[in-house]
């Protein structure tokens, strides 16, 4: 839903506002596995389509991951989730994606990262950074 209201000049903007650079970040889609989507199609329809668009901007520095819902606006803050409580990170990548998986205190979260898409511009370039700088890890 971001994509619809949010232009990459915007997400740009807010990110520098707030971090004070706007090179460490990912905008990504949440992602469930194949089997959990056709659960959650089959069981809850409408909840399956806002649940599949969702949006968040993935800020990495050296104190962790900052997430944020941009589905619908940009305004609100940042979710932080420390290094320390963040295991098992892993980049899968596909043709013109990536998965991104980590666990966070016990729940495993899934993100894809587009590369294509004018909205998605940089995406590409941003992970190559992160993975090279061991995602700004300390």
């Not at 520098?16 to 650079?21: A, K, N, P, Q, V």
């Not at 949440?30 to 993935?58: E, S, V």
């Not at 290094?83 to 205190?105: C, M, P, Q, S, Y």
């Not at 993100?111 to 995406?123: A, D, L, R």
């Given at each position: 839903?971001?994509?619809?209201?949010?232009?990459?000049?915007?997400?740009?903007?807010?990110?520098?506002?707030?971090?004070?650079?706007?090179?460490?970040?990912?905008?990504?889609?949440?992602?469930?596995?194949?089997?959990?989507?056709?659960?959650?199609?089959?069981?809850?329809?409408?909840?399956?389509?806002?649940?599949?668009?969702?949006?968040?901007?993935?800020y990495?520095?050296?104190?962790g991951?900052?997430?944020?819902?941009?589905?619908?606006?940009?305004?609100?803050?940042?979710?932080?989730?420390?290094?320390?409580?963040?295991e098992?990170?892993?980049?899968?990548?596909?043709?013109?994606?990536?998965?991104?998986?980590?666990?966070?205190?016990?729940?495993?979260?899934?993100?894809?990262?587009?590369?294509?898409?004018?909205?998605?511009k940089g995406?590409?370039?941003?992970?190559?950074?992160?993975?090279?700088?061991?995602?700004?890890?300390?």
């Amino acid at each position: 839903m971001g994509l619809l209201w949010n232009t990459t000049n915007e997400i740009d903007d807010k990110v520098r506002e707030i971090f004070g650079d706007a090179e460490h970040y990912l905008l990504v889609n949440k992602y469930n596995a194949p089997a959990k989507r056709l659960a959650q199609l089959l069981l809850w329809g409408l909840y399956y389509l806002w649940d599949n668009t969702r949006q968040y901007i993935l800020y990495f520095d050296a104190k962790g991951i900052s997430e944020k819902d941009t589905s619908g606006t940009l305004k609100g803050q940042f979710l932080m989730m420390p290094w320390h409580e963040i295991e098992d990170l892993t980049v899968e990548r596909k043709r013109n994606r990536a998965i991104l998986t980590f666990t966070h205190l016990g729940k495993k979260l899934s993100y894809e990262i587009p590369f294509t898409g004018p909205i998605y511009k940089g995406n590409d370039t941003r992970l190559e950074r992160l993975e090279r700088a061991r995602w700004n890890r300390i």
